[in-house]
C-alpha cells in the first residue's frame, strides 16, 4: 500500500484573502521523481491546468520546468494577487498508485476550518473540484459536520456557489467549486451546455479555453 503524504505544506503569505484547495498532488512530487517540465510547487504538474489557466487570464509568462525561477515566478504571484494554497488532503493510502481522487484510502484531512481562524483575512474558498466523492468540497463538507456547520446554496449553477459562517465570529466565507483542471475532468466539461455552445460558436476553442472563462470572475 503505497503512503501518499502531501509534499507541500499550506502556502498562504500575508496577503491573502482567497485560498485555492484541492486534494493532492500525484504520487511523483511525493516520491520527488519529477518529470521533465513539473515544476516543484503546488499544482506542479506537467499535466495539470491550473497554471496554464492563470498564465493565460493573468498573461504571466510562466515557465513550465524544475527549476527556482519557476517556483518564484509563482510564488510572486500569489503574494501580489491575494491568493493563498491549501489543499484538503495530508495524506491517504493507495493500492494503486495513481492520482486519481477516487483512489484515496483511509485519508487524512487537514483542519481547513482552523486554518481559516488563523488566516482572518480570507474570504473565499477557490475548490479545484465540486462534490463528487474524494473530491475537495467533498472532503470539506466533511470537515465542516466535525464544526457542526453547513453550507448554504447561493448560486445552483456551473461553478456553484456556497456560503458558510466562521464559529464565533459572524465571518461569513464563500466557495466555489470549480471545474476541476485536470485532464480527467475534460469529459465532464465536454458533457456541459455552456461548453457546447461555446464550441458551436467557436469550433477551435478547447476545454482550457472554457476553464479560463470560468475562473476568470474569480481569481
Known amino acids: ?106 485519508v487524512e484531512l487537514r483542519d481547513l476550518v482552523a486554518i481559516l481562524q488563523q488566516n482572518p483575512k480570507i474570504d473565499t474558498l477557490l475548490f479545484t473540484g465540486g462534490n463528487s466523492k474524494n473530491g475537495p468540497e467533498y472532503f470539506f463538507r466533511r470537515k465542516l459536520k466535525e464544526y457542526d456547520i453547513s453550507l448554504q446554496l447561493v448560486s445552483n449553477k456551473v461553478p456553484r456557489i456556497h456560503k458558510f459562517l466562521m464559529p464565533n465570529s459572524g465571518r461569513t466565507v464563500k466557495t466555489v467549486s470549480l471545474i476541476a483542471p485536470s485532464g480527467a475532468a475534460n469529459r465532464a466539461v465536454g458533457s456541459l451546455t455552456a461548453y457546447k455552445k461555446m464550441k458551436a460558436e467557436f469550433p477551435k476553442k478547447t476545454t482550457i479555453d472554457f476553464r479560463v472563462e470560468q475562473y476568470r470572475p474569480f481569481f
Open 1 to 106: 500500500m503505497f503512503h501518499h503524504v502531501h509534499p507541500y505544506p499550506p502556502y498562504i503569505p500575508n496577503t491573502a484573502t482567497k485560498l485555492i484547495v484541492g486534494t493532492l498532488p500525484p504520487p511523483r512530487f511525493t516520491t520527488g521523481e519529477l518529470k521533465e517540465g513539473d515544476v516543484d510547487f503546488c499544482y506542479g504538474s506537467r499535466d495539470g491546468q491550473l497554471w496554464p489557466i492563470l498564465d493565460k487570464i493573468f498573461d504571466l509568462n510562466l515557465k513550465f520546468e524544475t527549476t527556482a525561477e519557476a517556483i518564484l515566478q509563482r510564488e510572486n504571484f500569489l503574494i501580489k494577487r491575494g491568493i493563498g494554497i491549501c489543499d484538503m488532503v495530508a495524506s491517504a493510502k493507495r493500492e494503486k498508485v495513481d492520482a486519481s481522487d477516487i483512489g484515496m484510502l483511509e
